[in-house]
């Protein structure tokens, strides 16, 4: 059998159930089961929902798991385990729910953020996308929801990988579709054939990818879908990067804490820069907005460099108050080209504002351009 994770949303034709906390109705088909620590910062909720760690003490989740914004300590949370019997599960109590603002309305926002009593010391948490620059592309999926539709809710952790559908064949898919929200949500699923998606019991949970520096990002909240896998009826999830801002500053005011380290960006400039031979020094500028804090201790900065002689080349990260990191010295080396992502701790630095990748060629007779870079801070 095609491995595949079904997640009913929550307002589908097949999704029906409603409980005081909301209407917890997607869930996972058919996938495969998820190794012990895959996916460390999924949670479950116990209103049958999923959702992911956002920081060390908040969870996001989807609004139409939740009641009204305001105390709530009906919730709990299971957190560090793929079986939830295992006796190993952190378990927390929630305190205080945050539900979008326009959730309901023509703007959309199916999320909402889950306040826990206490923070989870070393919780691994999942950044969330704030730009859309990983909104297409295949995705994964994971949810302890049903393993078929109208099935029952699943005690190990199940996963699997669904494509992008643009919003114009989502739209066209069924009548279902015809109120999608282009700017709001993105959908994803086996258009032609069905049989992964996400089900009843996965409302909440997060759709992922990999981003350029090979780390986890959420792209995806599971939101709604005209049942469980079925052909020409994709699943519908939160678009993440939408709300992004939104989500931090909703997160800053009920305290908890901020977004992952490292969990803003990409920010990239793919324009070409040409590097002058044994030349002044020359730069290219992205633009972090929308971020949180400071930058992080394991800040990613991934280069491409076009260049015949790369030892010729120095290259330094410059952050917005002039504070200059030094990613490569010059040195002996005569391969061609600089295809990589140096890690730098730039902590002390505000992640708003404009960063500069500084490239200098400090000998004769080779030449290059930037091609392209971006900074994930």
């Not at 929550?10 to 997607?26: C, F, K, L, V, W």
């Not at 972090?288 to 400071?294: E, I, M, Q, R």
């Not at 280069?303 to 010295?329: E, M």
Request: hydrophobic share 35%.
């Amino acid at each position: 059998m095609t491995a595949a994770l079904v997640i009913v949303p929550a307002h589908s034709a097949s999704a029906r159930t409603t409980t005081a906390q909301g209407d917890p109705s997607p869930r996972v088909v058919g996938g495969t089961r998820a190794a012990l620590g895959e996916f460390p910062w999924m949670v479950r909720l116990s209103m049958g929902c999923g959702g992911a760690m956002y920081t060390n003490q908040l969870v996001l989740t989807a609004a139409h798991c939740v009641g009204s914004t305001g105390n709530n300590t009906s919730i709990t949370a299971t957190v560090g385990v793929v079986d939830l019997q295992d006796s190993a599960a952190v378990k927390r109590t929630s305190t205080y729910v945050y539900r979008s603002t326009t959730y309901g309305t023509s703007t959309g926002g199916d999320w909402a953020l889950i306040k826990l009593a206490s923070p989870i010391t070393g919780v691994a948490t999942l950044p969330a996308a704030s730009t859309t620059a990983y909104d297409t592309g295949t995705f994964t999926v994971a949810g302890w929801g049903a393993a078929s539709e109208g099935g029952a809710q699943q005690r190990y952790l199940l996963k699997a990988q669904v494509p992008f559908v643009d919003d114009v064949s989502c739209r066209d898919a069924g009548p279902y579709y015809s109120g999608l929200i282009f700017s709001a949500e993105l959908c994803a699923g086996q258009l032609a054939t069905g049989g992964v998606d996400t089900c009843q019991g996965d409302s909440g949970g997060p759709m992922f990818r990999r981003d350029s520096a090979n780390a986890w990002i959420q792209v995806g909240i599971v939101s709604h879908g005209d049942g469980c896998a079925r052909p020409s009826a994709p699943g519908v999830y939160t678009q993440v990067s939408t709300f992004a801002a939104t989500i931090a500053a909703a997160a800053a005011s009920i305290g908890g804490g901020g977004p992952d380290p490292g969990g803003c960006g990409p920010f990239t400039n793919a324009n070409n820069v040409n590097i002058p031979d044994h030349g002044a020094a020359v730069t290219s500028t992205v633009t972090a907005s929308a971020c949180t804090g400071n930058a992080s201790s394991t800040t990613k900065v991934a280069v491409d460099i076009k260049h015949t002689y790369r030892g010729d080349l120095v290259i330094d990260l410059v952050a917005p108050d002039g504070s200059s990191y030094r990613l490569k010295s010059a040195s002996n080396d005569s391969a061609d080209n600089i295809n990589t992502t140096y890690t730098v701790n730039a902590s002390s630095e505000v992640r708003n504002g404009a960063w500069k990748l500084k490239v200098q060629d400090l000998y004769d007779a080779d030449t290059g351009y930037i091609d392209s870079w971006s900074l994930t801070l």
